[in-house]
């Protein structure tokens, strides 16, 4: 027993852990809890039933029909005023009805086809769905990491500007400042406690669109790590041909075109003609006075073929005309926007690890600068207040600078990928 608690003890740390640093966790939370994605799963499983009713045009249907009737006859008065005695009668019918629809100028074919379109276009729109899924839960976890970076960038800041307006108020004292000197220290503290009341107003309201997204309590301990792989293209050409391929949107616009052509075909079919054989059995009882019961089987072959219907039919296959015309240019339209929107999603991913590599630079030099003025500053040298001022907020400017170029490195990865319709599990890469 002892040894089973410890194994649960295992368990139940090992989820804390993904929950605190795995990003993965958390997309999959967001896929399996999102009320969005599991209505789009909902309207997908109804899509794919109309599959089986198109289907079952081609089959044969059943039909079992019953009636019972009890009549009752008095007061019979023959020709010559004679009165007969009173009657009472008890019927009954089975009737069991089979028909079958031979040719109806390929109308069910097409239906059907059109159904399996459907459903594809179905399974693009989830696709959509679920590629929109995954990176509002990822931009959700990184956000939240930048916030609290940011959170914990003002509140060091504060810490040090607590610390130099003591430093400056003793120093004051001494008459190795001005009151000056002093009044601009206690003047950036100011701003860096109203700095960090707004970081950590915004990392409240990260927390909230974390959970909203995702489903799941935001961790308590974040991984600070911005690290996190995918498997991107290679190229601006990679990229242009993967979003031809597999980006949902195209694959929508596509599917309507060829929906429209199926319905076309529909609208065409109704102008021939079709054909249908029905079987039918009936069983009566108690017919009458002199017959009690018989049966009777009839085959039944029909032909319609509709000629003139008040111009219906040729006006509706006018308007799918039109419409099919419609889907293509919408088409042609969709093609250029998904180029157009690939080239821009590729040039943002180049451009961020550019932002980020400079960001990297910045904050280097940041760092130097600062801890350089700092030292000559608390020796006494010639260095100001204004000067250390200023080196700090440059510092806390290139880190926050820096968490933000990463997080946003991250999401035009996430972005391109979305574009080029590969955003999934398997493109986060595991070590």
Do not use: C
């Amino acid at each position: 027993m002892k040894n089973y608690y410890i194994i649960l003890l295992a368990i139940f740390d090992f989820n804390i852990l993904l929950a605190d640093n795995n990003v993965v966790f958390f997309v999959k939370s967001a896929l399996q809890n999102n009320p969005k994605i599991n209505a789009e799963r909902e309207n997908l499983k109804a899509i794919k039933q109309n599959e089986n009713i198109s289907r079952s045009e081609f089959l044969p249907s059943l039909t079992i029909s019953g009636s019972q009737s009890s009549t009752e006859t008095s007061n019979i008065l023959d020709h010559s005023g004679t009165r007969s005695g009173d009657t009472k009668r008890n019927t009954e019918t089975t009737k069991i009805s089979v028909d079958q629809k031979i040719f109806q100028g390929f109308q069910g074919y097409n239906n059907f086809k059109k159904s399996r379109l459907e459903f594809e276009k179905a399974k693009n729109e989830f696709k959509q769905v679920e590629q929109e899924t995954i990176l509002n839960s990822v931009s959700a976890y990184y956000d939240l990491i930048f916030k609290n970076k940011n959170k914990d960038f003002n509140l060091a800041n504060v810490d040090l500007f607590e610390r130099q307006v003591e430093s400056d108020r003793s120093r004051l004292q001494k008459g190795e400042i001005s009151l000056t000197d002093l009044a601009q220290s206690e003047s950036s503290l100011a701003g860096a406690q109203a700095a960090f009341i707004k970081a950590e107003s915004e990392f409240v309201s990260a927390i909230a669109e974390f959970e909203r997204i995702n489903r799941i309590n935001a961790p308590k301990k974040l991984n600070d790590s911005f690290d996190l792989s995918f498997k991107m293209p290679k190229s601006l050409k990679n990229a242009l041909e993967l979003s031809n391929n597999n980006n949902p949107s195209l694959a929508i616009a596509r599917i309507n075109l060829a929906i429209s052509e199926k319905e076309l075909n529909v609208e065409k079919a109704k102008l021939s003609p079709s054909a249908t054989i029905n079987y039918s059995k009936t069983e009566n009882k108690d017919l009458s006075a002199t017959v009690d019961e018989d049966e009777q089987e009839t085959v039944k072959a029909t032909v319609t073929w509709p000629i003139i219907q008040g111009g219906k039919n040729f006006s509706s296959i006018k308007k799918f005309k039109h419409k099919k015309e419609k889907n293509a240019l919408l088409l042609e339209d969709k093609e250029n926007e998904i180029k157009t929107q690939t080239a821009s999603s590729w040039s943002f991913f180049q451009s961020a690890e550019s932002v980020l590599a400079s960001t990297e630079a910045q904050l280097k030099a940041a760092e130097i600068a600062n801890e350089g003025i700092t030292l000559e500053y608390d020796s006494g040298s010639t260095r100001t207040t204004l000067e250390v001022i200023q080196s700090r907020s440059l510092l806390l400017e290139a880190r926050i600078s820096n968490a933000e170029a990463k997080k946003d490195f991250i999401i035009s990865k996430m972005k391109l990928l979305n574009q080029v319709g590969e955003l999934d599990l398997k493109a986060f890469k595991t070590p």
